[in-house]
């Protein structure tokens, strides 16, 4: 079945330590984002691709950086996690912006 | 006003009634509307999405789109204890660049009771 995979689903990290966490789709979608939610709140959008075309959200903190070396794959690079960085990070495609939004399974991040 | 507007619950529903799930949303030009569901400790699934005023239909679900009233429900027929989950209402929100932006909000939890 099509689908957009996360992995790994569950990360644990040392403050500090550079963490990466990857997304792949078999939808061939144009559109793919990076999303962080915490508990009882809405996702947050971070960053989104429209095929090679990045964008990064304004309130995205410079901690965060993104990779899309493909159609296919995207990644999400987390340079110096701090303990607010401990959340769901989902990935989610479209075909276009105005299309609905498919989101992975996400990967749950912990910071020690 | 929150771009996008939902009560938080949480909506307790007897099994086999009728839930209504309402959301409220700040830019007029809005032309896309999404319903996800979101299960404790799971990704957002998309349920329903609706792009003209009226009514769309999809099994036991319902969404109603308003856009003078700038309005989306979402109802859902014969409640199971299997829709209890958190229920986010999602609306794509125009930007100067050109591209829209998905905008969620803080949803709404769901209880079915057996």
């Known amino acids: 079945d099509a689908m957009v995979i996360q992995n790994p689903r569950y990360q644990v990290t040392q403050f500090g330590k550079p963490v990466t966490l990857s997304c792949s789709q078999t939808?061939?979608?144009?559109?793919m984002y990076w999303y962080q939610q915490k508990s009882s709140q809405a996702p947050k959008l971070l960053f989104h691709?429209?095929?090679?075309?990045?964008?990064n959200e304004a309130d995205t903190p410079d901690n965060f950086q993104s990779r899309r070396p493909n159609t296919s794959f995207c990644f999400l690079d987390i340079r110096s996690p701090g303990l607010g960085d401990a959340a769901m990070y989902l990935c989610?495609?479209?075909?276009?912006?105005?299309?609905?939004?498919?989101f992975g399974d996400g990967t749950r991040l912990s910071i020690l | 006003q929150k771009e996008v507007e939902q009560n938080s619950g949480p909506l307790s529903v007897p099994e086999g009634a009728i839930a209504s799930l309402n959301c409220t949303y700040s830019?007029?030009?809005?032309?896309?509307f999404f319903w996800y569901r979101q299960y404790s400790g799971k990704s957002p699934e998309l349920i329903m999405f609706?792009?003209?005023?009226g009514d769309k239909e999809d099994g036991r679900f319902t969404a109603q789109l308003n856009k003078a009233s700038q309005y989306v429900s979402l109802l859902i027929r014969d409640s199971q204890p299997s829709d209890s989950a958190t229920y986010l209402c999602?609306?794509?929100?125009?930007?100067?660049?050109?591209?829209?932006?998905?905008?969620f909000g803080t949803g709404t939890r769901l209880t079915i009771i057996p």
């Open positions: 939808l061939n979608h144009n559109v």
């Open positions: 609706i792009y003209s005023n």
């Open positions: 691709y429209y095929d090679k075309d990045f964008n």
């Open positions: 830019d007029r030009g809005s032309q896309s």
């Open positions: 999602a609306v794509n929100m125009r930007r100067n660049f050109g591209n829209e932006k998905l905008t």
């Open positions: 989610a495609t479209s075909e276009g912006y105005d299309q609905p939004q498919h």
